[in-house]
């Protein structure tokens, strides 16, 4: 299958935190990027049986997001690397 890339796929998902303005472009980037990424996990779950597809998107995205954030200001250490790997499998059952 596949896959569209998101509208904003240079932005991280966190990124949009450094912006307080709401109406900054970037803030509108960032949402589009969420939506994209749960529009194309969701019915990937759906299809492995996940029992709850729609809240098991909301989770990767949230894990995802804040794996972003630590490793754009520390890097990718590889015990975080393990760290975020177990979660992404907890949450996918």
């Given at each position: 299958?596949?896959?569209k890339r998101s509208p904003a796929h240079l932005w991280p998902a966190p990124v949009?935190?450094?912006?307080?303005?709401r109406k900054h472009p970037v803030r509108d980037a960032t949402l589009q990027h969420r939506v994209w990424f749960k529009t194309e996990v969701k019915p990937l779950l759906q299809a492995m049986?996940?029992?709850?597809?729609?809240?098991?998107a909301e989770r990767l995205?949230?894990?995802r997001a804040g794996a972003m954030a630590i490793a754009a200001?520390?890097?990718?250490?590889?015990?975080?690397?393990?760290?975020?790997?177990?979660?992404?499998?907890?949450?996918?059952?």
């Open positions: 299958m596949a896959t949009s935190t450094e912006f307080f303005d049986g996940h029992h709850a597809p729609a809240l098991a995205l949230m894990l200001n520390n890097g990718w250490e590889r015990p975080m690397w393990k760290g975020f790997l177990d979660t992404w499998n907890d949450v996918i059952g």
